[in-house]
């Protein structure tokens, strides 16, 4: 197993999304597949389709034991998670929960620290995802750990 030490968050920048449509868009700019190891639902499974239900359900991407392709240059030692959502679909309470828990979950089983939590936008500026305030997400982690 490859050793984990940063877990990185992002947004798919669109208003609906699953993991196959994802997978779709990655193998469309020339990858192997979804790029992500988890990918959080917003509800909106297709652009005129909505299911409440799964709003914050998690779905596997790639398996955590492979090398993702999501955050160049830190993908070695990295999980990636991602939301629908971005700018324009910002991130549910459904999803916010969700994120924290699965995030907080990695860091419990892979030995991460919290501080090293990153936005895909903190690690490349040329980025906005994921369009959450990185260090209220941090902290929440930290409390998530705290009180597990």
Not at 108 to 124: F, I, K, N
């Amino acid at each position: 197993m490859r050793k984990i030490t940063m877990i990185v968050v992002h947004c798919t920048d669109s208003s609906w999304g699953t993991v196959e449509a994802v997978d779709q868009w990655h193998k469309e700019r020339g990858w192997s597949g979804i790029g992500y190891h988890a990918l959080v639902y917003n509800g909106r499974t297709a652009p005129r389709e909505c299911n409440p239900d799964l709003d914050g359900a998690i779905f596997p991407g790639r398996p955590e034991e492979e090398i993702g392709a999501h955050a160049y240059g830190y993908n070695k030692y990295s999980l990636g998670i991602c939301y629908v959502g971005g700018p324009s679909s910002p991130c549910t309470d459904a999803q916010w929960g969700s994120l924290i828990a699965k995030v907080a979950e990695w860091c419990a089983q892979y030995g991460v620290p919290w501080q090293s939590v990153r936005g895909h936008a903190e690690l490349d500026p040329a980025k906005s995802c994921p369009c959450l305030d990185m260090d209220a997400f941090r902290s929440a982690v930290r409390d998530a750990l705290e009180n597990t």
